[in-house]
Each structure stands twice: as C-alpha cells, then as structure tokens.
C-alpha cells in the first residue's frame, strides 16, 4: 500500500425531496410493474424535487456537511459543485449554492461529468488541497433528473431520482490515495439530453450541420440501455482495478465499495469481475434510485451515519456515466 499526500474526509451532508415515487407508482403513468422494475433494476422508490431548484438540495446537503465538518462556511476555500441538471447555464450552480451559504469570495465551479462527476470533484479538490492554496474544499453533487426525464419512456423513467450530497475534504499527509479518471467520448450518442439549438438572427437557415448525435426528443434524456449496461459493467471493474493498482492495494483489501447506483445488476457483475464480495458494496439504490452525480456520495452518507463505513476504512468511491465518463477514487476514511 502507497501512502501519500491524500485528503481526509471531514464532514457529509445530504439533502432529497420529500416526495416519494414508488413502482406503484410508475405503474400509473407508464406499462410497467414492481416486478419488473425490481428484478431488473433494484429499485424501488426514487425521491421527485416538488418543484424547488436543483441549488435548494445541493445547498442543504453542503450545509449539512459544512456543519458536521465542525466548520463555518467562511472556512470554505473552494466550492466543486457536480452536476448535470443545473439551474441556469450561467451563474453557476455553485455560485448559487455559495450565495445560499452566505459567504463570498472562494472560487466556485461546476463540473459536469454526469454520473461521474463526485469521483472527478473529489479527485480535482485533492489536487487544489495538495497544492496548499486551500485548506477545506466542498465538493457537493446535486441533481434532479426529473427536470430532463421522459415521463412517456417506461425503460428510463422508472430509473432516475433527484437528491444531493456533500463532502468536505482537507489536506492529509501520508495517507492512503489513488485515483483513475478517464473518458471515452465516441459513446457520447449513448446518453445525451440536449441544451438550446443554436438559433440566431444572422443564420442561413439554409445551412445544416450534422452533428452525428440521436435525434432529440425536446430536451429529454436518451439512452441506449444495453449500449450503457456493456459500458458500465465493464467500466466499474476497470476504474476500481486501476485505482487498486496506482495504490498497490488489490481490491479485496477494500473494506468498502461505494458504487455509483445506476442498477443492481451491473454493480453484481462488477462485483464478481472484481472478485469483490457483494457484502462490501454499500447499496441505497432501492430507495432513491439512480441519482447521477448525487448516488455515491448519497449512498457514502448512509454508510457514515449508520455505522457501516468506519474511521480508518480503506474505500473506494466509483462512477460511471454520460460523456462517457468513468473514474474511482481510492481513499482512507
Ligand atoms: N417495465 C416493463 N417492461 C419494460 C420496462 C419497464 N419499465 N422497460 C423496458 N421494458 C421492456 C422492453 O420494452 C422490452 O420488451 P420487449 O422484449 O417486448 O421489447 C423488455 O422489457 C426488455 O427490455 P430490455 O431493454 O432488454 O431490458 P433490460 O433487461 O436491458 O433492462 C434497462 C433495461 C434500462 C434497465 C437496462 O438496459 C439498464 O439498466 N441499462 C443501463 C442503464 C443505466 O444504468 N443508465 C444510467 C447509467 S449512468
């Protein structure tokens, strides 16, 4: 095992909508059943936002962590805020959440790697912390998929869920930590939902481009379910086994696996892969369903307040998602 300049995790918060969706549910609006659903996905309800903004979750779930972290807000020297489901195109979500906080003045930017996006924020804050700029950085993933999920489409509806979570992350030295980032853009085609067309008035209407991408429908998101499952349960072993390696430590030395919780069927074909017990995967999936960037850290949350996930557990957190994009960061709690 390498130890090197890594981060400690000092606080977690978590914020969802009251709103519960169950199978049931679903079975309402769209041909489908409990039965279905659950052999097939592992869920079994998702939380819906009721009408507040994406910010409103990623906000609570920062002050949550902030706070747990022993912290004011003031001592925040960065805010990294994941998601693909923002507010506005500008400001940012970030910006949003700094203003909810009350403070001004720390750099604060999104990214968006989808359901990626809490393993890129975690791995982009430890690089700031090491470079000793900063001493805490906030890393929070909020999403609500409701905003851009197809309602008519029974074989991605029944999937997503909105909520957000946080971490906040400071500098540790001689410690366990590795991460492995990557991207395959060629299967962007494969989950897309669109921004605004390009209109304006000094177009030729006449001029086409042909931007090789599935043909939208309004803003909603498209999936190509089997084209993502291949993709997914090859790229969760893959991220887990690369982070393992760049810190010398074999996966079944992991005491926890967080996924991200995208389905139970792919993180039991990754487990095997991995020969990685499935009692080391820590699963909410059931009761909030697929939540994009927000699922790890969601997931990391329950780990940490029932018990599960202990001070000095050697963990993997792992995402995989649009773009596509894939990535594990390997850290000690
Ligand atoms: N209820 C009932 N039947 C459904 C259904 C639903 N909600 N959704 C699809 N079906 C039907 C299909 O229409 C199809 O019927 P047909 O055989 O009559 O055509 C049948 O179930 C099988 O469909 P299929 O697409 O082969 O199912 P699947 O086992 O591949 O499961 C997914 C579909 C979407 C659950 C699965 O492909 C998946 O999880 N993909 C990855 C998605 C993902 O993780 N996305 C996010 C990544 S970050």
């Known amino acids: 095992m390498i130890k090197t300049t890594g981060v400690r995790i ?5 914020a969802v909508p009251e709103l519960v969706a169950s199978n049931d549910d679903y079975a309402k609006i769209v041909d489908t059943n409990d039965e279905w659903i659950t ?11 009721n009408g507040e903004p994406n910010y409103y979750f990623g906000a609570k779930a920062a002050a949550e962590a902030v706070a747990d972290a022993g912290l004011t807000a003031a001592d925040i020297g960065l805010i990294i805020c994941a998601t693909c489901t923002p507010d506005y195109y500008t400001p940012s979500e970030a910006c949003l959440i700094q203003r909810e906080l009350g403070v001004t003045g720390c750099p604060a930017i999104d990214i968006n790697c989808a359901c990626s996006g809490f393993v890129y924020g ?13 001493k805490y950085a906030l890393v ?5 998929l409701s905003k851009f999920t197809d ?25 366990l930590f590795s991460s492995f980032t ?17 209109i304006n008035p000094f ?4 001029f086409t481009y042909e931007m090789d991408m599935p043909e939208p429908h309004g803003h909603f998101l498209l999936q190509d379910g089997k084209e993502v499952y291949k993709f997914a349960t090859n790229a969760l072993p893959t991220a887990v086994a690369n982070a393992c390696e760049k810190a010398c430590i074999s996966p079944d030395e ?33 009761e909030y369903g697929n939540t994009s960037s927000a699922s790890i850290p969601n997931a990391f949350y329950d780990g940490v307040r029932s018990g599960r996930i202990k001070r000095g557990d050697k963990v993997c957190f792992v995402g995989f998602g649009g773009g596509l994009t894939y990535g594990a960061v390997v850290l000690e709690y």
């Open 10 to 14: 000092c606080g977690t918060g978590r």
């Open 39 to 49: 052999q097939r996905t592992g869920i079994k309800t998702r939380r819906i936002s």
């Open 122 to 134: 975690v791995d982009m804050a430890r690089r700031y912390l090491a470079c000793g700029d900063i």
């Open 140 to 144: 929070v993933a909020t999403e609500e």
């Open 151 to 175: 309602y008519s489409d029974r074989s991605t509806c029944i999937l997503f869920g909105d909520a957000a979570a946080a971490v906040v992350l400071e500098k540790r030295d001689d410690t």
């Open 182 to 198: 990557a991207a395959d853009g060629s299967g962007a085609p494969y989950l897309a939902a669109r921004a605004l067309h390009t």
């Open 203 to 206: 177009r030729d209407e006449s």
């Open 254 to 286: 992991l005491d926890a696996v967080i996924p991200h919780q995208a389905n139970v069927r792919i993180i039991e074909t990754a487990a095997k892969k991995l020969h990685v017990s499935m009692d080391k995967m820590v699963l909410n999936i059931a």
